[in-house]
């Protein structure tokens, strides 16, 4: 079964940082591209970053860049997002999530992320 | 940004009716290698993203075939043939042809 699990959310001040983890298990890891997606509360879908199989290759929405580092480590199954200057709008549930343009997309259950005073 | 703009956002069904959801894309989704990525998620109250259909028309292993999807260049549809109860939720058109990938607003599937 493939599972994909995030941890490491919670609150934190503006200007403050976070790391996410998300462990996967149950297919190739090492094989797929990686996203992580957001939510804002009520809100819709965001993809903020994506980060190639081998980690050589990464992308990120505008609205993130020279903020948020995606990176994994293929030896260990687990896909990583690096959060600083964090701001209130940035508050959403992220998900980790393989979105491969063939077939076979997974999700994570999601992890909260708070911003606030 | 390719903008994805979907219709309508809430869309009351009668059980057992057909339904169909709309996106529209800013820009032609066709991709230089020949295909089309454009996908469709399901999100069910409480869970998270399912995706349903890829490259157009391609349903998920386990995805109901009351479940399709057409179009190409700009303009998809994703139908239900004869909606169920367990198809309610908010449904998400994505291209997956330009970074960022984008999704659409969100099309609310509620039981009449």
């Known amino acids: 079964e493939v599972q994909l699990v995030e941890s490491g959310g919670g609150l934190v001040q503006p200007g403050g940082s976070l790391r996410l983890s998300c462990a996967a298990s149950?297919?190739?890891?090492?094989?797929?591209?990686m996203h992580w997606v957001r939510q804002a509360p009520g809100k819709g879908l965001e993809c903020v970053a994506a980060?190639?199989?081998?980690?050589?290759?990464?992308s990120y929405v505008d609205s993130v860049k020279g903020r948020f580092t995606i990176s994994r480590d293929n030896a260990k199954n687990s896909l990583y997002l690096q959060m600083d200057s964090l701001r209130a709008e940035d508050t959403a549930v992220f998900y980790c999530?393989?979105?491969?343009?063939?077939?076979?997309?997974?999700w994570g259950q999601g992890t909260l992320v708070t911003v606030s005073s | 940004d390719v903008v994805m703009t979907q219709s309508p956002l809430s869309l009351p069904v009668t059980l057992g009716q057909p339904a169909s959801i709309s996106c529209r894309s800013s820009?032609?989704?066709?991709?230089?290698?020949?295909?089309?990525?454009l996908n469709w998620f399901q999100q069910r109250p409480g869970q998270s993203p399912r995706r349903l259909i890829y490259k157009v028309s391609n349903r998920e292993s386990g995805v109901p075939d009351r479940f399709s999807g057409s179009g190409s260049g700009t303009d998809f549809t994703l139908k239900i043939s004869r909606v169920e109860a367990e198809d309610v939720g908010v449904y998400y058109c994505m291209q997956g042809t330009r970074w960022p990938w984008t999704f659409g607003q969100g099309t609310k599937v509620e039981v009449k």
């Open positions: 999530a393989s979105l491969p343009r063939g077939s076979g997309s997974y």
């Open positions: 820009q032609s989704l066709a991709h230089s290698d020949g295909n089309t990525y």
């Open positions: 149950g297919f190739t890891f090492s094989n797929f591209w």
């Open positions: 980060i190639k199989e081998d980690g050589s290759q990464t």
